[in-house]
């Protein structure tokens, strides 16, 4: 991980293309600004990671002797 | 065409059940390419099988044949690359998960799957700022009961 220091203001450039600025700091608060083309997808760390994990975990292992299971179930429409 | 899959062995797929995921899905960037199988007819779940790894399948679920009342935004930069709208509405699919027994079987409400059929393109859509959970039990009641929707 590359870590840099930066003030309110300054701002780091990733790629040529994604800029990040230091818009604000307040306390233990930083806000950022980013600046990228509209086709690059921004999340909050912590919401991505938990996405990442629980897609992780869905994929199916179930049997499909559990499956039947679903067999009652129509859709409610 | 065919597909391998690990789950239901080598199967025909039509074209039309094909759909490119352009940002692939979270903690599977590199998956571009899906095909949406049913799961029974005039069942509300279906399985999306990776046209690349065989062992890929998710079995999603429509949320309105639970959860008549799940409503989110969708950005307008979204909405534009699926050209999605009010009169070109997008099919919503939402990952399970089934750790153990199937009346245990969550669904992640927090990031659903936003499908544009014209364009057969879809894209796993992280909703921001929202209270629905990543992990909601499905069912609330016995199997064979039609449940009752609610958060």
Redesign the interface.
């Known amino acids: 991980m590359l870590a840099l220091t930066r003030k309110v203001g300054e701002s780091i450039v990733i790629g040529g293309n994604i800029v990040v600025t230091i818009v604000d700091i307040k306390g233990d608060n930083v806000r950022l600004g980013i600046d990228a083309a509209k086709e690059i997808k921004i999340y909050r760390g912590e919401i991505y990671n938990e996405i990442v994990a629980e897609n992780k975990l869905a994929v199916a292992s179930m049997d499909l002797h559990e499956m039947d299971k679903l067999k009652g179930i129509s859709k409610n429409k | 065409m065919m597909v391998q899959s690990t789950?239901f062995g080598e199967i025909e797929v039509s074209e039309e059940t094909v759909l490119q995921f352009p940002?692939g899905?979270?903690?599977?960037l590199e998956e571009k390419t899906f095909s949406l199988l049913p799961?029974?007819p005039?069942?509300?779940?279906s399985?999306l099988q990776s046209l690349n790894d065989p062992?890929?399948?998710?079995?999603v679920v429509?949320p309105?044949?639970?959860i008549?009342d799940y409503d989110f935004e969708i950005d307008d930069?979204i909405a534009k690359?699926l050209d999605i709208s009010l009169e070109k509405p997008p099919q919503i699919l939402n990952?399970?998960?089934?750790?153990g027994?199937?009346e245990d079987m969550t669904v992640?409400l927090?990031?659903p799957i936003v499908v544009s059929w014209h364009k057969q393109m879809a894209i796993?859509y992280?909703i921001e700022n929202t209270t629905y959970s990543?992990?909601h039990p499905l069912f609330t009641q016995e199997?064979?009961q039609?449940p009752k929707?609610g958060k």
Do not use: M, W
């Open positions: 789950r940002y899905i979270p903690g599977f799961h029974q005039n069942s509300p779940f399985f062992d890929l399948t998710f079995i429509d309105f044949a639970f008549q930069e690359e990952i399970v998960k089934v750790l027994k199937i992640n927090g990031a796993q992280l990543i992990r199997l064979g039609e929707g």
